[in-house]
């Protein structure tokens, strides 16, 4: 029995290991819970109206031979959402239902990238076959969630699916609401067509709803009809859409008055109440909109139904407008009895547009009780103040925890649209600056503050421990704070308290990212912020943010897994001359402090963008905006220089690799080049291609350019050579560039070295430089021709002097693998380079010769091993791993100029080290180290560490595990001073 029961709990315990590994798993796809049918707040189809249109999709649905796709097509308000909804459950009666995502504009959902990671969560819960598979593929690639939207498609629905269900016919549907209200067009019109075209080869069918926008009507228009099937639900017969509004008006207004007999009885009715001639009326006002009808028999619900629908029906309508004309005309209707001034003061009025506004311009929908917290308005009054505007606005009547939020977007799209709004017009300004203002005040209360997160230690990543919920009025501002600063025309007030804030807190804010897993929106925030206004901030705000935002990507590894190592590990790391330094280190004085000898710390990288493809090619735009890449997967990207941000879905049309691109002078245009031998030329804008490919080379192009007056294009390619040939490389020859003035050239080979040459007379004019110890992939002189870059397959860029071939500076180092593109920006501030480790970097290039730490102490252990642990003391009360009491690390090797490969641990060993990760026996964090220090980091037992840098840690103080919350003495708590026992130890 023991033994049976000893398994048991065996089996339970794998369970639980592989239900949280799940877990785990499925939360790196970043889905929206609130997406899906079973989180909307809409009603279905009321019965007994869109019977046909039902019935019609009901058997779509479950004829396997149906087209694939089918796009229900409609103006705004004419019941697509209801449809949708309604759809949802007769798809779930039926057993053949995969999943849903409803959109919705200006808030978490109308993010097309987060469309396919919803439905493949769905379908997971629901289908173990499925997910046995979904899983396997997060394993391989676990940020396939971020993936371009094909890629998604392809590894997230169309691989599992098929190796999941093989070559079934459909069997499953899944229903996309609203896809016009996704922001980025270019990115829907593009999963559009995948899907058109991998759609036959996927057992699942799609129900997608949209407003008829020219980037979607486009995709399904052209499409093959075998795959597609559209109905305009505008263009339905005005006689059967009014039939079923006239029997919804009828259905709702006597719902209202059995509602008002029973919780007013002294209400009184006429006998006939409503009259045909009523609901006739309304029906013909209402016209093919459903959201009229609905709209006008909330107003009428609200407060005296009799006389409000005397004057409904009285209102007059007026003809000859556009399609929203009597939508306009009952908003207006009802603004002018809501927002009457001789029923409400001058502050009532100004508060109800308030709330408007914030309603309008969130991010994503929130409860009223997390509104009213984050606008400063109790609830109660925002009950009162909306009281007359529950026709257009939903709000949650038993609770405070529903969603408050407009009932459709048509309102939205009213109130902020002037030629339509007029006086009620909502400044979308207003919005943005009082939630901006309501933010900034939330990071600035006691809400954020250290250890927000309650994690219980340091030893174990967020996803593997029970850290706390954070309050969603917290979580919202430390989100979006970005969004709304960036939104407003001027934001000097906001600067300013927004300063204020990160001074004191930009750890406990990263802390709020790193727990709700958003590693990457740090960075994005920054610098959004910054491109935005940073030409009317503070320049120490600025240089703040830049140094904040170069911390951020630099231990980004240690931020994404661990809330407490955004102290323990990624703070220590960071050069002493950073404002992020200046600003914390006093308040974490037991965290290890890392000393550095040959190698400089200020870190040179801006930006890490990942691109889920070895990029071949890399070039900065003329102004130093914009960076287009070329790349292994066939495309050439474009992105946002200061954010990292794809500007563009990928531009195809290559049928092989693009080894080459450039932007034309003004920067309107793009050139690449490729193995299948032709050139292309974009619309560096749109990313639409200009002209027919190119053709007339014979071998692999590899280098496109733009004379300088943008009239011509030069190419060259791996025939046959135009020149005698300038000798002196001894093995193959990679990449050549023209100086600026045109008098020399610039050569890297496969045999490691730089030459630079007389353009004139093809003679050396340098002993080549030397210090690359792989292949020169790439060179390329600054814009001002006084400096050269190379990049190669050790894994690093050098800057070299051009005029006497001496290094510059330390190699820029971050690249996993080898590097294949390197360039200047136009200022020579930046270089930006391409890797075969699927990433562009971004790299600083201003001289620092610091190399030395300055300010707070950097102390380090004693090369002599016998005094080594004196050296070390720990602080962990944590009696179940004494982590560091030893420091027994194993392979203990002297490590030089290559990385260590410390992967393997023996039995007797009690630390390993593995990306970046010190780690205890059973996986414990310790401490993570950034990848610059990693080759030249001295661990116990070495006698000596010879090589071009030297790092060493120093752990006294080093608190860990339960105790790691020691870590933080509070500002004005203690005095900062340097220790006296920084004297007395040796180097």
Known sequence: MMTDFQL??????????????MSRLLAQLQHVPDAGIDAQSGAECMQGTREALLGDLKAWSGDPA??????????????????????????????????????????????????????????????????????????KHPDAGHDKVETQVERLLRGPLREAFGDVLPILVLVIDALDECADQKATSTVLTHLLQVSPHMPI???????????IRAQFERGDLRIRRILRLHDIETSIVETDIALYIRHRLHEIRRSMAASEPSYSFPAQWPTDADIVTLACHAGKLFIYAFTATEYIQSVDPVGRLRRFTGLEITTGKPFYGPLDDIYTFILDKALDPKHYEAK???????????ILTVREHLSLDILANLIGIPARRIRVMLQALHAVVDVPPLDDVGVISTFHASFGDFMTTPERAGQFLIDRQTGHRDLADCCIRIMDSELLHFNVSKC???????????????????????SYWSDHIVALKDASAQLQNLDSVLSRKLLFWLEVISTLQQPNRASIMIMQLLTAHQLHMADDLSQFLRDANIFVVSCREAIESSAPHIYLSALPSIHSSSKIAEAFWPEFMHVPVIMTTGINRRRNILQHIDTSTSVEAVTFSPDGTRIVSGSGDKTIRIWDASTGQALLEPLEGHTNWVTSVAFSPDGTRIVSGSDDRTIRIWDASTGQALLEPLEGHTHPVISVAFSPDGTRIVSGSTGQALLEPLEGHTNWVTSVAFSPDGTRIVSGSYDK?????????GQALLEPPEGHNNWVSSVAFSPDGTRIVSGSWDNTIRIWDASTGQALLEPLEGHTEGVTSVTFSPDETRIVSGSRDNTLRVFGVISDNAHAPTGRPRVAFSPNVHHFPSAVGTSNSDSSSPLLSSLEFHRHHPISGDRPHCDHVS???????????????RGELVLWIPEEYRAGLWWPRNLLVIGRSRITLHLKGFVHGTDWTKCYTPRGAVDYIFPSYIDGLSL
């Open 348 to 358: 009532e009025l100004h508060a109800i547009r308030r709330i408007l506004a914030a």
């Open 8 to 21: 048991e709990c065996n089996l339970h315990t794998e369970r639980i290991a592989e239900d949280l590994d």
């Open 205 to 215: 069918k799609f129900f997608v709803t949209s407003r008829p926008e020219q980037h």
């Open 456 to 478: 219980p230690t340091s030893y174990l990543p967020n996803d593997k421990q029970l850290c706390a919920a954070l309050p969603k009025q917290l979580t919202y501002g430390c």
């Open 753 to 761: 070295t730089i030459r630079i040459w007389d353009a004139s007379t």
């Open 907 to 921: 039995s007797g060993d009690i630390f390993s080290f593995h990306d970046g990760w010190i780690t205890g026996p």
């Open 66 to 139: 149906a087209p694939r796709i089918f796009w229900l097509d409609g103006m705004a308000g004419t019941g697509k959402s209801a449809i949708a909804r309604s759809l949802c459950l007769i798809l779930r009666r039926a057993g053949i239902f995969g999943g849903s995502f409803f959109c919705s504009r200006g808030t978490n959902r109308d993010d097309i990238k987060r469309i396919i990671p919803t439905l493949a969560v769905s379908l997971a819960y629901q289908f173990p076959a499925y997910k046995r598979t979904l899983l396997e593929v997060l394993r």
